[in-house]
């Protein structure tokens, strides 16, 4: 079954406490994506990644961290850093080029207390 | 810098009536655009891009380069329409392409 998958669909994290949200596809896409997602802010764009060992910061970087190691896994971590980590994130993915369909994954909602 | 603007985050409808979602944009070099959508309980999906011409699902969008504007449009709305819908611009920045969405419509087709 082909596709883009993250997991856990929920998560729940005490404050404080690093936490990381896995993306995996099988879709042999190069170009990788992780956006965050909150109500009335649409999706807003955190880290992505074009080809393995190489990523670039989104817009609201600060407080995450990603890794690009194999081509098909793009595991993002959300520090004690990040102020307001309670969201819903989406991970997607692409072939490389402007013109190219995104694919998203099924979203993990992160609830911290 | 790339950016995407919905100037609206809700628009409600009557079955059969006209819809159009605005998108405005800024970029500057020559942007891709696309329309995303979300129904209940679904992935987010492609919609249509703007280099394909093409009308999917009975919904249309012109890219107007002197307005910045790639509004989304369908002469009759139905009610399987009511979903979140998003614009989003690819481009180039430091190299790389990077994917960026407005802050969504959310359509309601009411019967």
């Known amino acids: 079954d082909g596709g883009i998958t993250q997991s856990p669909k929920y998560l729940f994290r005490k404050e404080g406490q690093n936490v990381t949200l896995s993306c995996e596809q099988n879709l042999n896409h190069d170009a990788m994506y992780w956006y965050r997602q909150d109500p009335g802010q649409g999706l807003r764009l955190i880290y992505y990644s074009q080809i393995v060992n190489d990523f670039q910061k989104g817009d609201i970087a600060e407080g995450y961290s990603v890794s690009r190691e194999k081509k098909e896994s793009f595991p993002l971590t959300v520090t004690s850093a990040q102020k307001n980590p309670t969201a819903f994130y989406l991970c997607?993915?692409?072939?490389?080029?402007?013109?190219?369909?995104?694919?998203f994954g099924q979203g993990t909602r992160l609830t911290v207390v | 810098a790339q950016r995407v603007t919905q100037p609206e985050k809700l628009l409600s409808v009557f079955k059969g009536a006209p819809v159009e979602l605005k998108c405005n944009y800024s970029?500057?070099?020559?942007?891709?655009l696309f329309w995303y959508v979300q129904y209940s309980r679904q992935r987010l999906q492609l919609l249509l891009r703007h280099i394909s011409r093409e009308s999917i699902k009975g919904f249309t969008a012109d890219l107007n380069k002197g307005e910045t504007s790639f509004h989304l449009k369908k002469p009759f709305a139905q009610e399987e329409d009511s979903a979140m819908y998003y614009c989003?611009?690819?481009?180039?920045?430091?190299?790389?392409?990077?994917?960026?969405f407005g802050k969504g419509t959310k359509l309601t087709v009411n019967p």
């Open positions: 989003a611009l690819s481009g180039l920045q430091g190299g790389s392409e990077k994917l960026v």
């Open positions: 997607a993915s692409s072939h490389r080029g402007l013109r190219t369909e995104a694919f």
């Open positions: 970029y500057s070099g020559s942007p891709e």
